[in-house]
C-alpha cells in the first residue's frame, strides 16, 4: 500500500524560513506532489517532484530523496498568508490517482 | 483557469435520505475524484473516474456510490445517508495522467448529516 507521514502542525514567525518533511511508503513510485490549502478554502497545487533534488518556485522550494522516501517543503520569507495546511500526496499505480498525508497546519506569527 | 464546480456549499440532511453531490468541471478533463476531507485525517479518496461511465473505488468506498453519464459531470451519490458521513466532500479533476498529476480541486461540500 501507500502511505504518507507529516507532521500535524508547526509554527513560525514572520520573514523565517520553515521546512514541512513527508515521509512516505510506496511501492512505486510515480514522484511527490504538495498542496496548499487555506482555511475554508480548497487545496492548491504547490508542486511536484519527479526526481531527487530541489524544485523552486518563487519563496518556495520543494526537496525530494528517493533513496529516503522522503521530501520536505521549504517556506522563505514567511507571509501571514502563508499560514494554512501543506498536504504531501503521492501519484498512485493507477495514473491520476493522489494519496495524501494527512496535513500540516502552518501557523505564522507575527 | 480551470474550473471545478460544486454544486452546494452547505449541505444538512437527516439519517436515511439519500444525497447527492454534484460537480462540474469546465477543462474537458478526463479524471474525476471525490474526497472527503476530515481533521486529523487529511484527504481521503472515495472514488475517481478516467471516463464517461468509467468509475473506480478508492480508499473509502462503502456507503457511496457515483455517476458520470458526461465528461464534465461526476455525481457522488450517498445512498442512506449516516452521521458518520457528515464530513467536507471535495471534488478534483484532472487531465490525463503525465506522471505529474495536477489536480484542480472546487471548494468543498460541507455535508452534515443529522
Known amino acids: 500500500g501507500q502511505s504518507l507521514e507529516q507532521p500535524s502542525e508547526v509554527t513560525a514567525v514572520e520573514g523565517a524560513i520553515v521546512q514541512i518533511n513527508c515521509t512516505y511508503q510506496?511501492?512505486?513510485?510515480?514522484?511527490l506532489s504538495w498542496y496548499q490549502q487555506h482555511d475554508g478554502g480548497a487545496p492548491t497545487f504547490l508542486s511536484y517532484?519527479?526526481?531527487?533534488g530541489l524544485e523552486e518556485t518563487g519563496r518556495f522550494s520543494s526537496f525530494l530523496s528517493r533513496s529516503d522516501s522522503y521530501g520536505y517543503l521549504l517556506l522563505q520569507e514567511l507571509q501571514m498568508k502563508d499560514s494554512a495546511s501543506y498536504f504531501c500526496?503521492?501519484?498512485?499505480?493507477?495514473?491520476?490517482?493522489?494519496?495524501f498525508g494527512q496535513g500540516t497546519e502552518l501557523s505564522v506569527k507575527p | 483557469d480551470v474550473k471545478v464546480t460544486q454544486s452546494s456549499r452547505y449541505l444538512v440532511k437527516r439519517t436515511g435520505e439519500k444525497v447527492f453531490l454534484e460537480c462540474v468541471q469546465d477543462?474537458?478533463?478526463?479524471?474525476m475524484f471525490w474526497y472527503r476531507q476530515d481533521p486529523g485525517l487529511g484527504l481521503r479518496l472515495i472514488y475517481f473516474?478516467?471516463?464517461?461511465?468509467?468509475?473506480e473505488k478508492g480508499d473509502i468506498p462503502e456507503g457511496y456510490s457515483v455517476s458520470r453519464e458526461k465528461k464534465e459531470r461526476f455525481s457522488l451519490i450517498l445512498e442512506s445517508a449516516s452521521t458518520n458521513q457528515t464530513s467536507m466532500y471535495l471534488c478534483?479533476?484532472?487531465?490525463?495522467?503525465?506522471?505529474?498529476?495536477?489536480?484542480?480541486f472546487g471548494s468543498g461540500t460541507q455535508l452534515s448529516v443529522l
Open positions: 500526496a503521492l501519484p498512485g499505480n493507477q495514473g491520476g490517482k493522489l494519496i
Open positions: 477543462m474537458d478533463h478526463e479524471n
Open positions: 510506496t511501492s512505486g513510485f510515480y514522484g
Open positions: 473516474s478516467y471516463d464517461v461511465k468509467m468509475k
Open positions: 478534483a479533476s484532472s487531465p490525463p495522467s503525465e506522471g505529474n498529476e495536477k489536480l484542480f
Open positions: 517532484n519527479g526526481l531527487d
